[in-house]
């Protein structure tokens, strides 16, 4: 009895103490609890954080182990909110404490704050808070304590985010920016610390920043770490890249968003085990500038994707689908000092990234299935030229193969493009990287060279008015050793071409077409070799300049003096050229050559067209002999042909040219008569036979010159007219049928550049010219067939003392000159009577005595100084005959019978008078004989002899004979 009531009495006191326990148990966990948690976590954070934090409620459930933390808001030390949630509750798994294991059943936050800032130095807020508030010297644990043993179990079965809400804050870079992750929601079920064969944990976590989303979802295992699943950014907007990769990315992403997205799986039970398969990347609306603030596009494309994108980080190895690009704007720059926008970030240089040779032996490896791009334009925009260049690739379409870490493999690819100036390109075949080699067949159609006129002109003074390209052939490169090597061969033609100079309007140089079939270029050693050069319709204008200076001279720019000498260099260099050239043949077609010559007043012009012939085997590479044959007509009635061998261009060798023009029309040639002779032309024509031979820069020209039936016509005020009787000249010149038939060899030095082949052509012939109008009888002799005299004895005449009959032998002179004169009608002799007053008096004076004392000269010299003797004694001289004839003969003795006699005469003539007139009329009498004889006895015209004024200044020679000259005249 006592035993039961004792019984009861220890069951009901272990039930009140029980009971008591649950209550105090309730009592702490219900209100002590929630009441000092509610105190000691505001004070903990300011503690350890420096926070100010305040907490509107925290209940406590101890019967279910859960916790719930109502209204949390902590700012930091400066004010602003660094944490903050609406609700947290928290719920312990009781039965799994008994195995060890430390279970949150569910973890639940509800509208969570978290302000995350990146610090100048790369740090935390929240890392610098509490560095700021526990300083190094407080207690710490040891760091060399021994582990007590494994690591606490943690199990999470159910982890619930929803509605949270992170600012991230970067004040690492310049400036400061932030971005708003809201909603942040985060699903995670079934999470252990430790290793579990059966059964795996799974999350998923969406955010948001704005419109840009990441979605993160698949399974996950902490211990040994192992996740697999999907992962995607979706629309990450260019602001948030731009702000990411600037310290990476040299330009300026100024708009576009990215969408990415993956599977994944990773590991680290050991070595890090990392691979991503089914990847997508899509980019949208890019735009890349060089620098903020500049509205100038340097990149743009409508979109970019690339699919099944796959990455082993452990067998090295990458893979990617095709890259499909659409809309794509390439602006390519070069300013003014020659800097590519493109390229402007990387000029002032870096080492950029060193290989790493510290990894793993095993190559990457990496393949992409290929490049898609279409819709796409390129821009290219050069200030560099005097003038800006601007050119564009639209509607740019590119197909490239597979193309993979095996360099050595072949990549097909094609490419096709419209140029915005006019025309297309094509090009299509396969390359290889390493070695670099490359197989192309290009096409270009009727590419508009007006684009590239800025590119021409800075070469050249050449402004390209019109023109078009076509191209169509194969292009191969090799790089497998140096140095790069390759061919390409095809056809091309340029139509249409219209060429002037920069700072003139009018037309220089156009064609019709030319054709180059086939054409083969060799990179190295450097080799150009043209089957045949079709030129239809060629049209050349040639202009010389009011200063001399031909418009053709102005093409080529001056160059420095450095390259000159260079140039001479490279010309010195012995064996064969650096660059060779081999033309099979050149053929012309229906060609034309304008030239104009502004020196004169009036001006020259003349035209030589309806050329056409050929001009085969040209070349630089000795021994090569080209022909040449040609045709054509000049001043519109004139036919003329070019004939001739060529040597090899460059060389010494010899080149001989022949040039023929019939018919020319010298009236055409009026402004340069004008010119240099003084008068214009007003009818007649020229036939040229040029025989030029070249050796290097040799000339040696023969120029047979024929002139028919020229007729100069009125004067011409020049200053550099010949002072000298240009027509007298001509017709010296000028035979019976008014020809004009002369040759004028020239040589000179092409080098030279005072040297003229025209020039000296035409000084050759108005010296010619001046030389036959100065020195008519001396022209005379030089083209005349004058038995043995000379020009000089062909224009006098020599009439024996006294008389009116020619000495001895000089009636040839008459002959040969009446011959001259028969043969060129153009030509008129002016005979002029003359006497020598003392020769010619002393003459007549003697005629006179002799015929007062019946003396003929055919008496012997005995009778006739017998009557001189008489006559003497008969005369009133003082001295006697015997003291005359003493005093002749001196101290002689006696004087001859010749001496004698012309001592008797001279004395005797001395008193002789002669009339006034007999004089003049002897001189008349002599140019009344020549004109007879002239007419009479040599036929020649009346109206090519004219008598002139007799004179009284002749001359006589040692024998007493009297010399008369004749003048020559142009009728």
Known sequence: MVESRTRKLSARNISVAVLVLVVIYALAGFVVLPWWLERALPERLEQHMGWQAEIEDIRVNPFVMSVEALNLKASDSEGEPVVAFDSLYANLGVWRLITGVVALQNIELEEPYIRLDLLEDYSVNYARDWQANNPAGEEQPAADEPDSGEPVRLYFDRVRVSGGELLFRDFSQQGQEAFRVTPLDLALNDLATWPRDDAESNYYLLAAVGSQTIEWEGDLSISPLYSQGFIKLGDVSHETLQHFLKPYLPYHLRSGSVTLSSQYELQS?????????????????????????????????????VGDISFGLNNREASTGTVNIDGMNLALHRDQNGQINLLAPFQEGTDGPQDDEGGSGAPFRWSVAGVELGNSQVTWRDDQPQTSAELALEDLSVSIDQI?????????????????????????????????????????TEIALAQFGTYVSEAVNLDVRDGLLTVDGNLDLDQQKEPLTGTFSGTGEVSALDLRLGDNDAPLIQWESMRLQPVEYNVAPARLEIGTITLAGPSVNVVRQGSGVHNIERIVRDSSSEGEASAGDENTNGGEPEFIFRIGQLMLEEGAVSYTDRTLDPAFATRIDQLRGSVTGLSN??????????????????????????GTLGTEETSDLKLAMEGVSLPMLSPYFGRYLGYSVDSGKLNLDLDYEFSGS????????????LELGAPVPSDEAVSAPVKLGLALLRDRQGVIDINLPISGDLDNPDFSVGQVVMRAFVNLVAKAATSPFSMLGSIADLAGLSGEELGRVSFEAGRTELAEGEDVKLETLGKALNDRPGLALNVRGAVAPQADGNALRRQKLFEDLGIADADSASERITRLERAYENSDYVASINEFRNDVAGNNGEPGEQEWEQALVERLIATIELPPEALGNLATSRGVWLREQMLEEYDVPA?????????????????????????????
């Open 698 to 709: 040799r000339l040696d020209a023969a120029n047979s010159v024929v002139l028919k039936q």
């Open 404 to 444: 993979s870490h095996r360099l050595e493999d072949p990549v097909n690819y094609s490419a096709n493009a419209s140029l915005n100036g006019g025309g297309k390109l094509s090009i299509n075949g396969q390359a290889t990287l390493t070695p670099f080699t490359l197989e192309a067949g290009i096409s270009g």
């Open 621 to 646: 590479v000795a021994p090569q002999q080209g022909q040449l044959s040609m045709q054509g007509r000049v001043g519109d009635v004139a036919s003329m042909t070019l004939n001739g061998s060529v």
């Open 269 to 305: 039970p050991g070595e890090f085990f990392l691979t991503t398969s089914d990847g997508q990347v899509t980019i949208e609306n890019v735009d890349l500038g060089l620098e903020a603030n500049s509205e100038e596009s340097l990149f743009s494309a409508d979109s970019l994707s």
């Open 943 to 971: 109206n090519q002899i004219y008598l002139l004024d007799p004179v009284r200044d002749a001359s006589a020679n040692d024998e007493g004979k009297v010399t008369i000259s004749f003048e020559l005249d142009a009728r």
